[in-house]
């Protein structure tokens, strides 16, 4: 088989192996968003009606629990989406420069990278907003 | 002849029965005058709250509520007291606490104040209101829904929101200069 070929069955099998882990991200990433926001609003509800039932040692440690749950996921969701951001911002960039090798570079505008750093930070603002509803509505009905 | 004495004996118990079922129609109007005489000489006390259960309180507030105290039996009442059944820390005071007397079908009026205690939770209480008189017990309920009255909830609230915000604007920025 001569060089340039295999080169370009390698590049066809990265360029394959890059569009795998961006279908991954977006799966994991969208993964992350629901269950945060879902979790929040099961949360605000279970935490709505324990504050407005009477007050008890009981319901004021099942509250603070779901509140610590509500903390937990919320970081461990927006690492997660940081973290997604940091992936594709890579994959994409070595996707960029596999298509400025190839000379194809023109096809892809590069400003949809910055569309994608909006729209991660669009996500990780509603899980924010949401955990922060999760826990100040049940308190404030106290 | 056998049957005229079967007849005969038949006769007699019938005239029996007669004077048996006339007995007891008899006593029975010599009782029921004595049942209706005990019936009209009752005594009863009706105690009506005059107040509106959608005012709600705050914690260390206190509120008057009016008592109507009926005497609706047929004899005059003496020494009625009053007493309460309320939650924990709650004061209830009655004005007057007692009534010398209340006549057959008169009312008097009885100011009742109670004051919620300053650490009292939200919620719904009830507090129990009794008259004694002389073995004549009347109850009867008052519900009131209490507020919180600080705003303790409100800040812990506060602080486990600044806790998330800080948070994320420390991983924010964190992972925005590993970008960098």
């Known amino acids: 088989m001569p060089v340039h070929r295999k080169v370009s069955t390698m590049i066809e099998r990265v360029h394959e192996h890059i569009i795998g882990e961006l279908n991954t991200n977006t799966r994991t990433d969208t993964i992350f968003v629901l269950t945060a926001v879902i979790l929040n609003l099961i949360t605000l509800g279970i935490n709505s009606g324990i504050a407005s039932a009477q007050a008890s040692t009981t319901s004021t440690i099942v509250m603070f629990t779901f509140v610590a749950l509500i903390i937990v996921i919320n970081f461990v969701s927006e690492v997660g989406l940081l973290r997604g951001r940091q992936m594709r911002r890579k994959l994409l960039n070595g996707l960029m420069k596999m298509y400025k090798d190839q000379g194809v570079e023109g096809y892809y505008d590069q400003t949809l990278l910055g569309d994608y750093r909006t729209r991660y930070n669009l996500f990780m603002l509603t899980v924010l907003f949401t955990g922060l509803i999760a826990i100040v509505i049940p308190f404030v009905i106290r | 002849m056998r049957q005229k004495k079967w007849y005969d ?3 007699i118990m019938k005239r029996n029965i007669g004077w048996i079922l006339l007995l007891a129609i008899g006593l029975t109007g010599v009782l029921m005058p004595g049942v209706a005489a005990a019936q009209l000489e009752k005594d009863d006390l009706l105690l009506n709250i005059m ?4 005012n709600s309180l705050k914690a260390g507030e206190q509120r008057t509520v009016y008592m109507e105290v009926r005497n609706n039996g047929s004899n005059d009442l003496t020494n009625i007291r009053f007493s309460a059944e309320s939650p924990e820390g709650w004061t209830v005071e009655f004005s007057p606490a007692v009534i010398d007397s209340l006549a057959s079908g008169n009312v008097k009026t009885v100011n009742i104040t109670f004051k919620v205690p300053e650490n009292a939770a939200k ?7 009794i008259a004694d008189s002389n073995g004549l017990r009347a109850v009867t309920g008052i519900y009131q829904h209490v507020e919180s009255g600080s705003l303790f909830w ?7 929101a600044a806790v998330l915000i800080v948070g994320f ?3 924010f920025l964190r992972f925005d200069r590993e970008e960098k």
């Open chain 2, 169 to 171: 604007v420390l991983i």
């Open chain 2, 123 to 129: 919620g719904d209480y009830n507090i129990t209101v």
């Open chain 2, 9 to 11: 004996k038949v006769m």
């Open chain 2, 154 to 160: 409100v800040w812990v609230a506060a602080a486990l």
């Open chain 2, 51 to 54: 107040y509106s259960n959608y």
